[in-house]
């Protein structure tokens, strides 16, 4: 369907609005995916803390017993069941280790990514260089642990924290510029 361009001349309506939205998806792709991102950061904060507050209640030892009795099903019908496995060398570790530092280990870290994650949810401008800083340093660290541990989980993770970092930096600058536009009125 043509229609005049305002100029004299004449364009296909339907290939400029065609034009127009893809011009649009890829912003729109990236702040649905920054929300993801930022969404996934809540949900394993809010783990994290409920996992360094009931290794605050719970002896390490007791958390091991109950974890054996809830996988033993699963490692009935497969010895090699890849997360019951996973879980209960998890727990072992953390029978024979310190329950302190682990529980207030996950305890800040959990709080500190549920605290940047809704405040970012809510487009607070101060909160993005935080949280870029803060979970670029997470993946830091993640990094370290990688090669003392080679964990494939912990490369999956920090692959991850690096894409929510670059989203949260190109969210930024879009809240950022939106702001300063808003304000030159």
Do not use: C
């Not at 999956?156 to 808003?182: F, S």
């Amino acid at each position: 369907m043509a229609e005049e361009d305002g100029n004299g001349g004449y364009h296909d309506a339907g290939a400029n609005s065609a034009a127009a939205r893809l011009s649009m998806k890829p912003q729109a792709l990236l702040r649905a995916s920054f929300r993801a991102g930022i969404a996934l950061k809540a949900f394993d904060g809010v783990l994290e803390t409920i996992g360094g507050a009931l290794l605050w209640f719970i002896k390490p030892t007791a958390m091991n017993r109950v974890l054996h009795f809830l996988f033993q099903h699963e490692l009935s019908l497969s010895r090699h069941d890849f997360v019951a496995n996973h879980v209960l060398h998890l727990s072992a570790q953390l029978a024979s280790s310190n329950p302190v530092f682990a529980s207030l280990f996950l305890l800040s870290h959990g709080v500190v990514k549920v605290v940047l994650a809704v405040s970012l949810w809510m487009d607070e401008l101060w909160a993005y260089p935080l949280a870029i800083f803060v979970f670029g340093a997470f993946s830091v660290y993640q990094v370290y642990r990688y090669a003392h541990t080679h964990s494939p989980a912990l490369l999956v993770l920090t692959v991850l924290d690096i894409a929510v970092v670059w989203l949260t930096w190109e969210e930024y600058g879009v809240q950022k510029a939106a702001r300063e536009a808003k304000a030159a009125g």
